[in-house]
């Protein structure tokens, strides 16, 4: 059975820095689709990063710069460091996987956590 549990997200100020985990159970993470995506209250989701089997990385614009994705195979857990954070970074964040061919829409991955709250105040 896969689980992915989230943690690492809390309510800071405007520039400041969280580190999101999620930890993996009932799969491999070097063989997934790995990522992030983010919804904020009556938002649609937004994909954050993910990375590939592979190893390579996408990060959408918006956070370009001050987000990065990572993966540690020996501990199975998946991290999104996050810098300079800004208001409108505010949402539920949630780590996804799949194992497919082809990488696409995180939020379109077939296993998710439930979630971790980032706050950010101005």
């Known amino acids: 059975q896969v689980q992915l549990v989230e943690s690492g997200g809390d309510s800071v100020q405007s520039g400041g820095s969280l580190r999101l985990s999620c930890a993996a159970s009932?799969?491999?993470?070097?063989?997934?689709?790995l990522g992030w995506f983010r919804q904020a209250p009556e938002k649609e989701p937004e994909d954050v990063a993910q990375?590939?089997?592979?190893?390579?990385?996408i990060v959408t614009a918006s956070v370009k710069g001050r987000f990065t994705i990572s993966r540690d195979n020996a501990k199975n857990t998946l991290f999104l460091q996050m810098n300079s954070l800004k208001p409108e970074d505010t949402a539920m964040y949630y780590c996804?996987?799949?194992?497919?061919?082809?990488?696409?829409?995180?939020?379109?991955?077939?296993?998710r956590g439930q979630g971790t709250q980032v706050t950010v105040s101005s």
């Open positions: 996804a996987a799949d194992h497919a061919n082809y990488c696409a829409e995180v939020y379109e991955y077939k296993y």
């Open positions: 990375i590939d089997p592979d190893g390579s990385t």
């Open positions: 009932g799969v491999t993470i070097s063989n997934y689709c």
